[in-house]
């Protein structure tokens, strides 16, 4: 390599780090793995993260079924010109109020963790 023009020995003296730097990285990668494998076996989770996510769950429920309400009155007062044929203004109340009997069951579970 000392050939190449302006070749100066920095090339080969980062090449040389970079092989150590590999030759480190393996030799201590598969032991700290196993250590890492042996010690989390149950992942631990903050404790209040649970209550976090019951209460983003219930809030969820909760707009999804006041959004649905508030659709059907505005529906309710639309004039029927105005609606297109064969749209299906019912299929958004439906899918919000599965929505939320889908997070109010998940916040159920997460209350009740055993059960």
Not at 11 to 24: F, G, M, P, W
Not at 47 to 76: E, N, T, Y
Not at 84 to 101: C, E, F, K, R, S
Request: net charge positive; proline share 7%.
């Amino acid at each position: 390599m000392s050939n190449i023009p302006g070749y100066d020995g920095r090339v080969q003296i980062l090449d040389d780090l970079a092989k150590t730097a590999a030759a480190e990285i393996r030799a201590t990668a598969a032991p700290r793995a196993a250590r890492i494998r042996a010690t989390s076996e149950t992942p631990r989770c903050d404790p209040d993260s649970g209550q976090v996510s019951h209460h983003l769950l219930l809030l969820g429920a909760a707009v999804a079924l006041i959004s649905a309400r508030q659709f059907r009155q505005v529906v309710k007062n639309l004039d029927p010109a105005v609606v297109p044929p064969g749209y299906w203004t019912q299929v958004g109340v439906a899918l919000n109020v599965a929505i939320a009997v889908i997070a109010l069951i998940f916040a159920m579970r997460f209350a009740w963790p055993g059960r």
